[in-house]
């Protein structure tokens, strides 16, 4: 039996959803100071259930060659150091919208 998505109505396999929801996210990447003078890169903005959150944190972080944590409850990505303009370029080959990403 062919699971159905409910938001377009076409089969789950497709990976339509995933897409939808990469394209419609308001992403904010900005950097801050953690204890120590520590620079961590904060990426928020990622709420929707279909993206991996677990899987786009892994490829930004070897993509950086950094470490990094998620946080899925609130849709937060943090890398370790300041990543901001490499992370707007791997986030926007991974397929979300360039026009909704805003860096500070």
């Keep these: 039996m062919v699971e159905i998505d409910p ?3 076409l089969p789950k396999e497709l ?3 995933e897409i939808l929801a990469k394209e419609s996210q308001r992403i904010k990447i900005r950097k ?3 204890r120590f003078g520590k620079i961590a890169t904060v990426i928020e903005g990622l709420t929707d259930k279909q993206i991996n959150l677990k899987q786009l944190a892994k490829k930004l972080k070897n993509s950086l060659a950094c470490g990094g944590t998620f946080d899925k409850e609130q849709g937060i990505i943090e890398l370790q150091g300041d990543h901001r303009i490499k992370a707007k370029k791997i986030l926007i ?3 979300f919208n360039p026009d909704s990403i805003e860096v500070e």
């Design 15 to 17: 990976g339509i959803g």
């Design 32 to 34: 801050v100071k953690r």
């Design 93 to 95: 080959e991974e397929g």
């Design 7 to 9: 938001l377009t109505g």
